[in-house]
């Protein structure tokens, strides 16, 4: 499920990004020889041909292309540049109207970032869970209890702002580059200092082992790994203890069963109102094979949810691209100030396939859609030869200076280019392959 979102998510993304460079060339009457989604070294798994341009599907599922006579791209072709420039090639436009076939593509993946979030605020709202509105507080993990939190503690501020969504606190620490928690414990305020390494550690582990919710596990469902069902155990069945420990959260139930794999265990539960204890056989992960209700409204926590207009939704769309291109600019900075490694952060297409959900939900699908297409269009803008941006930079200097670069400069700046390029391409794939042997 995770594989078809991504490559329904990436071709959507490539097909309308490559579109981006195709209407305008043809608008400006370039010939378009090709159009294709993935790469098609030596064969291609569909392609037809219509008028002048050659359309596709390759095997390489790296991104995509639009082949346009008379320029120096990806394809590295270098036969046309030999003869004179044909007036239906790129070459012989003028560099107002090669600038804006280059950046088209970026244009398209903003446009299609802000009509995503708008639609998404639209249909969806907004929906919080404030941190004031935990009705346990939070579980600390290992990071967490790092810096000083305990399980039941409230997260209230993150720095000197409000915790809005008790979901995102990594996050917030990190975007902001938080220095302090102001903390509700035993119903007094506290203020945490958070150590100088803790967003490196956090980027590290994805957001991971700080902080999550603390609810009662009541049972949702069952795996078909596990013996809960068949040994008795009923769906809304709340678990408050295992063997001869209590276990009244989610948490407690988890570090509870560890040492149990194996063995048959008392488990405690309340069922309509009654408690009573029943054996289950724990399987070789001391698992029990039961889902907890993870939807907090069903477990009593108050959301806080806010339905827009669509005159409301059009700005709300506008901002929260721009903010998500802000929290992408942040997290590129880290890099270079040392809060994030590139060997701890970075992924290919396998750490971006994961992050989609592990079943089909439209708003998550369309939410990663959006951010990886200001993600598209930020790294394409950067001038980079290879790139939308370096092409758009080497036009705008003979836009200034009145010099146009030299086929052969052109040539060899795609060169180092897309070495630089594919190497980072393999850098990064070879980083999650090492992730996945570990």
């Known amino acids: 499920m995770k594989t078809l979102q991504f490559i329904m ?149 993150v720095d000197d702002a409000e915790v809005n969504n008790a979901s995102k606190i990594a996050a917030q620490i990190c975007i902001h580059e938080a220095k302090t928690l102001t903390i509700l414990r ?82 405690k539960v309340i069922r309509n109102g009654d408690t009573s204890a029943i054996q289950v056989l724990l399987n070789k992960d001391a698992k029990l094979g039961a889902f907890p209700e993870s939807d907090m409204s069903k477990l009593g926590f108050v959301l806080e949810t806010k339905k827009f207009t669509f005159a409301e939704a059009v700005p709300a769309g506008f901002k929260k691209c721009w903010s998500t291109l802000g929290n992408y600019i942040t997290g590129i900075k880290q890099l270079f100030t040392g809060q994030a490694k590139a060997s701890e952060s970075l992924g290919s297409v396998i750490s971006i396939g994961s992050l989609f959900p592990g079943i089909w939900d439209w708003q998550a699908f369309w939410s990663l859609t959006a951010i990886f297409s200001i993600i598209l269009a930020f790294m394409n803008i950067l001038p980079i030869p290879a790139l939308d941006g370096g092409h758009a930079l080497f036009t705008l200097v003979e836009m200034i200076s009145g010099r146009k670069p030299s086929d052969k400069f052109m040539e060899y700046a795609q060169m180092v280019g897309m070495a630089l390029l594919l190497g980072l391409m393999a850098y990064a794939l070879g980083l999650d392959f090492l992730r996945l042997f570990r």
């Open 9 to 157: 998510s990436f071709s959507i993304l490539v097909v309308l990004h490559e579109l981006g460079h195709f209407l305008p060339a043809r608008w400006f009457k370039c010939r378009v020889e090709k159009f294709y989604l993935f790469f098609n070294p030596w064969f291609s798994i569909w392609k037809t041909k219509r008028g002048n341009t050659e359309y596709g599907i390759g095997w390489v599922p790296f991104g995509g292309y639009v082949k346009i006579a008379g320029m120096i791209d990806e394809s590295m072709d270098k036969e046309q540049l030999k003869l004179p420039p044909l007036p239906d090639e790129f070459r012989a436009k003028k560099p107002w109207q090669r600038l804006i076939i280059m950046i088209g593509g970026v244009i398209v993946n903003v446009i299609l970032a802000i009509v995503i979030f708008i639609g998404i605020i639209w249909y969806w709202g907004e929906e919080n869970l404030p941190a004031k509105n935990l009705k346990y507080g939070i579980v600390a993990d290992s990071l967490g209890k790092a810096v000083g939190l305990k399980d039941g503690d409230y997260i209230l501020k």
């Open 186 to 267: 035993d119903g007094k305020e506290q203020q945490l200092a958070l150590p100088d390494g803790l967003i490196r550690q956090l980027n590290k582990s994805k957001m991971e082992n700080f902080v999550d919710i603390r609810f009662p596990f009541i049972i949702r469902d069952f795996s078909k790994e596990g013996n809960a069902e068949k040994d008795g155990l009923k769906k809304g069945d709340r678990i408050i203890g295992i063997d001869s420990l209590s276990t009244p959260f989610y948490n407690d139930v988890r570090n509870a069963t560890k040492d149990y794999a194996n063995k048959k265990i008392p488990v």
